[in-house]
């Protein structure tokens, strides 16, 4: 018993210690074997070796002490990023965690993978959802295949990955046309995080998030397919159906409404009841039926009437498309209460300028192409939309 105290003791002594961040200054005992832009690397008596990431780590003794002395500043910085987010102070974080992120690009571990969520969680705080998507391409990368951060990096719920879907609640596959949803759609960026493992789910989301924005802003190419194994992975399968039903053919956008609709049910008062509302709306302002075009209003004003605290960017997206709708349709008066609830919701909000650029003669939209109906009435199902969940 003594010898192997000894002997357990004269390993720690040969391969160090990790000394951790925060109170206490705990340590962990376990003997380092490894360290890398991942993090440390320690190994446990029965040989089971796990990860840990820079930012909790103080200092590292032992044979290793030099070699993390290398990594001492990204040390530093992963910590300063992660404590600013988690006391609330995403724009202080978010140059820090933009560094972090260009550094440890590539690379599998919890580092590379807080850097990814980080930066995730500060731009869209900020509302930069086309910059958000790339962070969120690559957290999801990290997470499907298997890494791990044990530490709460805060910044609010809505900027987490959902873990069965993929998804970033406040990431929605639902874009403008506006110059940097265009530098977006030219950007090679997404497929590159895409092709970065063999995932099919991570290049699939990686494609149809770019094709969405590249057909707002001009493109005419198809939707592209998704193999088998993104078909059957439900967020996949739910971008899948919101692109297609926006940007697909005449048949494809009924068939991809039909599937949002019957999703509906299932995901009433949740993120994904408002993605599929607004991803049918639009789809149906895209025909030239009065009934359906005034069936795609009232999908799209639920979102004021419901979803304005939890999902202010769909929601302006949402006020804005019906804006331009009744505008299309001569019902000024009730485009203008509605422009008048986008301002009230955010004075700054992107989809306020895609409406600006569309007043003064941008160039126009499918919904604005054709003969609009007379659609006005649907605007006075607001109200009652409050107390009417499920239409």
Not at 44 to 57: C, K, L, M, P, T
Not at 358 to 374: F, K
Request: include cysteine; glycine fraction near 10%; aromatic fraction near 6%.
């Amino acid at each position: 018993m003594a010898a192997s105290l000894i002997t357990i003791t004269l390993a720690m002594s040969v391969y160090g210690a990790v000394e951790l961040r925060g109170a206490g200054q705990r340590s962990v005992e376990d003997p380092v074997v490894e360290v890398s832009p991942a993090g440390v690397t320690v190994e446990s008596e029965d040989g089971g070796r796990r990860i840990i990431g820079w930012d909790a780590v103080k200092q590292v003794r032992g044979t290793f002490a030099q070699q993390a002395s290398d990594y001492a500043r990204l040390s530093d910085m992963a910590w300063r990023a992660r404590y600013r987010l988690a006391r609330g102070d995403a724009p202080l974080a978010e140059p820090l965690f933009d560094e972090l992120f260009t550094r440890l690009a590539g690379y599998d571990g919890p580092t590379p993978l807080m850097a990814a969520e980080g930066l995730l969680r500060c731009r869209l705080q900020r509302g930069a959802h086309a910059a958000a998507v790339t962070p969120w391409l690559e957290a999801l990368r990290l997470h499907r295949a298997g890494h791990t951060h044990p530490a709460d990096i805060g910044a609010g719920a809505l900027s987490a990955i959902e873990r069965d879907s993929g998804l970033a609640a406040s990431l929605p596959p639902i874009w403008l046309e506006l110059p940097w949803v265009r530098g977006f759609a030219e950007s090679d960026e997404p497929m590159r995080i895409g092709a970065a493992g063999d995932d099919e789910v991570v290049q699939a989301l990686a494609s149809l998030y770019r094709h969405a924005a590249a057909w707002e802003t001009g493109s005419t190419d198809p939707v592209p397919s998704i193999p088998d194994a993104a078909a059957q992975h439900p967020g996949a399968q739910l971008v899948h159906q919101i692109v297609l039903a926006r940007a697909g053919d005449s048949a494809q956008r009924r068939e991809a409404r039909a599937a949002l609709e019957a999703g509906l049910r299932g995901d009433l008062g949740s993120w994904r009841e408002a993605w599929r509302r607004v991803g049918i709306g639009r789809s149906l302002l895209r025909e030239q039926g009065e009934a359906e075009r005034r069936a795609g209003l009232l999908h799209l004003l639920h979102l004021p009437a419901r979803f304005g605290d939890t999902q202010p960017y769909l929601t302006g997206v949402a006020l804005a498309e019906a804006v331009q709708a009744l505008e299309a349709s001569g019902e000024n008066a009730g485009a203008e209460r509605l422009r008048d609830e986008l301002r009230s919701l955010d004075p700054e909000h992107p989809a306020l300028r895609w409406l600006d650029t569309r007043r003064h003669g941008a160039a126009a939209s499918d919904s604005t192409n054709i003969a609009a109906p007379h659609i006005g009435a649907a605007i006075r199902v607001t109200a009652r939309a409050r107390t009417e969940p499920e239409q």
